[in-house]
Structure formats: C-alpha cells, structure tokens
C-alpha cells in the first residue's frame, strides 16, 4: 500500500512539475511574441472591440437599447462610457478587475492565434518557393508533398481548434458577463424563463460558473498557445544560425 502511494505521489508531483514547464515554456514564447510590434497592433484591436463589448453587455441589454435609441451622438456616448468602463470609470474594483482581466486574456488569445496562423502560412509559402528553385525529381517531391500535406492538415486542424476554443470562452465570458453584486447578469431573462421570479437570486452564482469555466478555457489554451509560439521562436533563431553560416561560408 505505501509503494502504491509512493508511486502516486511521483506521477502527481511528475505531472506538476510538466505543467510548471509548460507554463514556462509558454510565458517564454509569449514574451517571444511581444517583441514583434504586429502582435501588439492585433492586441490593441482586440482589446478595444471585445473590452467594449464585454462592458455594453455588463449592463444587460438596457446599454443596447439605449445604443439603438440615440442618435449618433448618443451612440459615440454610449460606446465610450462602455469603453471607459473598462478602465473602472463608474465601476467597483471587483467588477473592473473581472472585466478587465477577461479582456486581458481573450485580447491575448486571439493575437496569438493570428500570429501562429501567419507564421504557418509564410512557413509553407517559403517552402514551395525553396522546392520550385530547387527543382526536385517529381519523384522526392511527390514523397516530401504528401508529408507536408499531412503537416499541413494537422496545423490546420490546431488552428481550427485554437479558433474553436476562443470563440467559445468568448461566448461564456459574454455570456457569464454582468454585475454580479446587483445580480443583474445577461442570463437573468433566461433564468427567469426557467425559474421565474429566483432568477435573481441565481444569477450570480451561475454568472461566477460560466465566467470561471471561460478564464479555464482561455489560460489553457494560451499555454498551449504558448509553448507553440516557443518552438516557432526557437525554429526561427536555427533558421537564422543556419543562415548565417551559409553567408559566412560564401563569403569566405
């Protein structure tokens, strides 16, 4: 029985210390990502767009209304009380910092996601060009076609499923939005139709459900995210060592 537990403990403290790695790796290759100014171009937007959102829908969707109500005066109004609202203007601390973080996160996401998505495609575009310069038997190139298609299509599928997963967090976190201290919260008419007038007394505590399910899915899959854009980053740097040699070796 103690070498079974002993055993147990290994794999769990084993299992630990790999997802302590990862997230390293992850932060490293996030890092990694900051320091190309197209990232933070598609942050910036990001951010903007789904902060502003994610604020206009806090409120229910009386902000909405009132959105739809005015004129374009009244518009500009709404959209920028919305977009101060996320910096905490006429907001608690709590409900800022759930909003924030929330925007934080998912602006972070989705810039990674594009920025994968573009190495990818520059990553293949590079080398077809390599392969018509060479010029291959037909032959090798059949043969090397076929492996990068299928590398190809498993990147295709990661980056579908990367897109999958921020489009539902994206959801949720919209979803799970409101005030959860006045327990006014954008499921409160769907809850009223399920339990009636105890929506409000719900509504929080199912708002907290869906918005920490959403943080879950957003910060697993900007780990996975992560160690990714780690290996690109390390792809690059033997790219350019290779380089290098190769102009030295000219050279000389």
Same mark, same amino acid.
């Given at each position: 029985?103690?070498?079974?537990? !002993?055993?147990?403990?290994r794999n769990l403290k084993a299992r630990l210390a790999k997802w302590l790695d990862e997230f390293k790796l992850a932060g490293l290759g996030i890092l990694g990502l900051t ?22 829908f806090t409120s229910g969707f009386s902000a909405f209304n009132l959105f739809f109500a005015s ?9 920028? %009380? ?12 709590? !409900? ?10 998912? +602006? ?9 998505? /573009? ?6 575009? $590079? ?8 010029? /291959?038997? /037909?032959?090798?190139?059949? %043969?090397?076609?076929?492996?990068? !298609?299928?590398?190809?299509? &498993?990147?295709?599928?990661? !980056?579908? &499923? ?6 539902? +967090? ?10 959860? $201290?006045?327990? $006014? ?8 139709? #399920? ?9 929080? $505590?199912? %708002? ?22 780690? #290996? ?15 102009? &030295?070796?000219?050279?000389?």
């Open positions: 029985m103690k070498g079974k537990g !002993d055993g147990g403990n320091k190309q100014p197209r990232f933070w171009v598609i942050f910036a937007v990001v951010f903007v767009i789904f902060g502003t959102l994610l604020s206009m004129d374009f005066g009244g518009k500009m109004s709404v959209i920028a %009380s919305a977009f101060l609202a996320l910096f905490g203007v006429g907001r608690n601390f709590g !409900d800022f910092f759930l909003t924030f973080s929330l925007t934080m996160l998912q +602006a972070l996401l989705i810039a990674m996601i594009v920025m994968i998505y /573009r190495h990818r495609r520059e990553k293949q575009r $590079t080398g077809r060009r390599r392969g018509a310069k060479r010029g /291959r038997q /037909r032959q090798e190139t059949d %043969s090397k076609k076929r492996g990068a !298609d299928g590398q190809g299509q &498993d990147a295709e599928k990661q !980056d579908t &499923d990367a897109v999958q997963n921020a489009g539902i +967090a994206a959801f949720l976190a919209l979803l799970g939005s409101g005030c959860p $201290t006045c327990g $006014t919260t954008l499921i409160t008419p769907l809850l009223s139709a #399920v339990v009636g007038g105890g929506s409000y007394a719900i509504a929080g $505590t199912v %708002s907290g459900v869906i918005t920490t399910i959403a943080i879950i899915i957003m910060i697993l899959s900007i780990k996975k995210l992560g160690v990714e854009s780690y #290996v690109i980053m390390l792809e690059k740097q033997r790219a350019a060592r290779l380089s290098k040699k190769e102009a &030295d070796g000219q050279s000389n």
